[in-house]
């Protein structure tokens, strides 16, 4: 009898910087779906120069409906996917407008029942967050809408607050114990039949 796959993940980074801190929660999360023996997929979208631009005809019932090539391979890719982990920062209350387009163009078909993680940072407090009403908006315009409206499975969300240039090193190494402890999770649950 052959043994089941192992898991997949795609993991989908958002942020221009290379050497930014969401770029390093992305790597944590990728190294450590690994180290539990599953897959994972690390997709830049700054790095691929992703186009998050959707067109008319792009928009499903358009009389000349296509979907471009880009936006093929990224479904093939999530399609193969047990876990979709969304990693980026909050910019003015919401996450990057990049992100906001791989959303709108790659997402709508084939997601019934996947996971999704979603890890986010910000250089304020989350009091601050909450005061600002920018917290609960994010929840709910963005976690609880993609499970809602795309038959997601369960979604997790995981909040970097007080993210800024030269933190400490025992507080930086703390976040990434999180996103290794948020990842086995992922791993223990998408392996779960």
Same mark, same amino acid.
Request: glycine share 0%; proline share 0%.
């Given at each position: 009898m052959n043994s089941p796959a192992p898991s997949s993940h795609v993991v989908i980074l958002c942020h221009p910087a290379p050497d930014s801190f969401n770029a390093a929660v992305a790597t944590r999360y990728c190294e450590t779906v690994r180290q539990c023996g599953q897959q994972a997929v690390l997709r830049d979208l700054y790095a691929m120069h992703f186009d998050p631009v959707l067109r008319a005809e792009e928009q499903p019932g358009s009389a000349d409906f296509v979907v471009h090539p880009d936006v093929l391979a990224e479904r093939a890719l999530i399609a193969d996917a047990k876990v979709v982990v969304l990693v980026y920062p909050i910019w003015l209350g919401s996450p990057p407008a990049m992100l906001k387009g791989y959303v709108e163009r790659v997402f709508c078909t084939g997601l019934a029942g996947k996971d999704l993680l979603s890890f986010s940072s910000s250089g304020n407090s989350q009091v601050w967050l909450e005061e600002q009403g920018e917290w609960q908006s994010l929840l709910h315009l963005f976690d609880r809408y993609i499970r809602h409206a795309f038959a997601m499975g369960s979604t997790e969300h995981v909040h970097f607050r007080s993210v800024v240039k030269g933190m +400490?090193? /025992? =507080? =930086?190494? %703390? +976040?990434?114990?999180?996103? /290794? %402890?948020?990842?086995? /999770?992922?791993c223990r649950e998408s392996a779960a039949p």
């Open positions: +400490n090193e /025992r =507080f =930086f190494s %703390q +976040n990434m114990e999180d996103v /290794r %402890q948020a990842a086995t /999770r992922a």
